[in-house]
Nanobody
Framework: QVQLVESGGGLVQPGGSLRLSCAAS????????MGWYRQAPGQLRELVAA???????RYADSAKGRFTISRDNAKNTVYLQMNSLKPEDTAVYYC????????????????WGQGTQVTVSS
Protein backbone atom coordinates (compact mmCIF):
# COMPACT_ATOMS: atom_id res chain seq x y z
CA GLN A 1 0.00 0.00 0.00
CA VAL A 2 1.30 3.41 -0.98
CA GLN A 3 0.89 6.45 1.23
CA LEU A 4 1.92 10.10 1.30
CA VAL A 5 2.94 11.79 4.52
CA GLU A 6 3.20 15.58 4.72
CA SER A 7 5.11 17.65 7.25
CA GLY A 8 6.23 21.22 7.79
CA GLY A 9 3.01 23.13 8.34
CA GLY A 10 2.45 25.51 11.21
CA LEU A 11 1.81 29.08 12.28
CA VAL A 12 3.85 31.85 10.68
CA GLN A 13 3.64 35.62 10.61
CA PRO A 14 2.86 37.49 7.39
CA GLY A 15 6.00 37.80 5.30
CA GLY A 16 7.46 34.65 6.79
CA SER A 17 8.44 31.35 5.20
CA LEU A 18 7.61 27.68 5.54
CA ARG A 19 8.83 24.56 3.79
CA LEU A 20 6.44 21.68 3.32
CA SER A 21 7.61 18.15 2.64
CA CYS A 22 5.72 15.12 1.37
CA ALA A 23 7.25 11.67 1.29
CA ALA A 24 5.79 8.70 -0.55
CA SER A 25 6.29 5.25 0.90
CA UNK A 26 5.20 1.70 0.20
CA UNK A 27 5.56 -0.67 -2.73
CA UNK A 28 6.16 2.00 -5.36
CA UNK A 29 6.95 1.24 -8.97
CA UNK A 30 6.96 4.79 -10.30
CA UNK A 31 5.82 8.31 -9.43
CA UNK A 32 4.74 10.71 -12.15
CA UNK A 33 3.48 14.19 -11.40
CA MET A 34 3.55 15.35 -7.78
CA GLY A 35 1.77 18.42 -6.57
CA TRP A 36 0.50 20.55 -3.74
CA TYR A 37 -3.10 21.63 -3.34
CA ARG A 38 -4.75 23.71 -0.66
CA GLN A 39 -8.20 24.14 0.74
CA ALA A 40 -9.31 27.06 2.84
CA PRO A 41 -12.51 26.92 4.95
CA GLY A 42 -15.56 27.15 2.72
CA GLN A 43 -13.44 27.03 -0.43
CA LEU A 44 -12.79 24.41 -3.07
CA ARG A 45 -9.49 22.58 -3.12
CA GLU A 46 -7.15 24.29 -5.58
CA LEU A 47 -3.85 23.50 -7.20
CA VAL A 48 -0.90 25.44 -5.83
CA ALA A 49 2.00 23.90 -7.74
CA ALA A 50 2.92 20.71 -9.56
CA UNK A 51 6.11 19.09 -10.85
CA UNK A 52 6.59 16.25 -13.30
CA UNK A 53 9.10 13.44 -12.90
CA UNK A 54 11.30 15.31 -15.37
CA UNK A 55 11.22 18.50 -13.35
CA UNK A 56 8.75 20.60 -15.32
CA UNK A 57 6.77 22.85 -13.01
CA ARG A 58 3.58 24.86 -13.03
CA TYR A 59 2.14 27.24 -10.49
CA ALA A 60 -1.12 28.90 -9.63
CA ASP A 61 -0.98 32.63 -10.28
CA SER A 62 -1.21 33.24 -6.54
CA ALA A 63 1.96 31.19 -5.99
CA LYS A 64 4.15 32.51 -8.80
CA GLY A 65 7.21 34.36 -7.54
CA ARG A 66 6.67 33.33 -3.93
CA PHE A 67 6.49 29.52 -3.87
CA THR A 68 8.92 26.99 -5.29
CA ILE A 69 8.14 23.32 -5.82
CA SER A 70 10.93 20.75 -6.07
CA ARG A 71 11.37 17.03 -5.73
CA ASP A 72 13.96 14.45 -4.85
CA ASN A 73 13.20 11.39 -6.94
CA ALA A 74 15.68 9.25 -5.02
CA LYS A 75 13.72 9.96 -1.82
CA ASN A 76 10.25 9.94 -3.42
CA THR A 77 9.74 13.34 -1.82
CA VAL A 78 8.28 16.62 -3.01
CA TYR A 79 8.82 19.97 -1.34
CA LEU A 80 7.06 23.32 -1.36
CA GLN A 81 9.11 26.32 -0.27
CA MET A 82 6.74 29.15 0.59
CA ASN A 83 8.11 32.67 1.01
CA SER A 84 6.45 36.04 1.59
CA LEU A 85 3.43 34.31 3.07
CA LYS A 86 0.15 36.19 3.27
CA PRO A 87 -2.92 35.65 5.46
CA GLU A 88 -4.80 34.48 2.36
CA ASP A 89 -2.36 31.56 2.09
CA THR A 90 -3.94 30.11 5.23
CA ALA A 91 -5.34 26.67 4.36
CA VAL A 92 -4.86 22.96 4.72
CA TYR A 93 -2.19 21.94 2.22
CA TYR A 94 -2.46 18.52 0.61
CA CYS A 95 0.14 16.56 -1.29
CA UNK A 96 -0.95 14.59 -4.36
CA UNK A 97 0.95 12.19 -6.57
CA UNK A 98 0.27 9.90 -9.51
CA UNK A 99 1.76 6.62 -8.39
CA UNK A 100 1.89 3.11 -9.75
CA UNK A 101 2.56 0.27 -7.40
CA UNK A 102 4.73 -2.78 -7.79
CA UNK A 103 1.65 -5.02 -7.84
CA UNK A 104 0.28 -3.27 -10.97
CA UNK A 105 2.90 -1.07 -12.66
CA UNK A 106 0.54 -0.03 -15.46
CA UNK A 107 -2.09 1.43 -13.15
CA UNK A 108 -1.50 5.04 -12.14
CA UNK A 109 -3.46 6.09 -9.07
CA UNK A 110 -4.04 9.58 -7.74
CA UNK A 111 -2.91 9.42 -4.12
CA TRP A 112 -3.51 12.07 -1.45
CA GLY A 113 -1.79 12.86 1.79
CA GLN A 114 -3.66 13.63 5.01
CA GLY A 115 -3.02 17.38 4.80
CA THR A 116 -1.04 19.83 6.89
CA GLN A 117 -2.36 23.10 8.29
CA VAL A 118 -0.67 26.36 7.33
CA THR A 119 -1.79 29.45 9.21
CA VAL A 120 -0.46 32.90 8.37
CA SER A 121 -1.36 35.37 11.09
CA SER A 122 0.17 38.04 13.26
Amino acid sequence: QVQLVESGGGLVQPGGSLRLSCAASGSIFSIRTMGWYRQAPGQLRELVAAITSGGNTRYADSAKGRFTISRDNAKNTVYLQMNSLKPEDTAVYYCNALISGVSDPAALKSTWGQGTQVTVSS
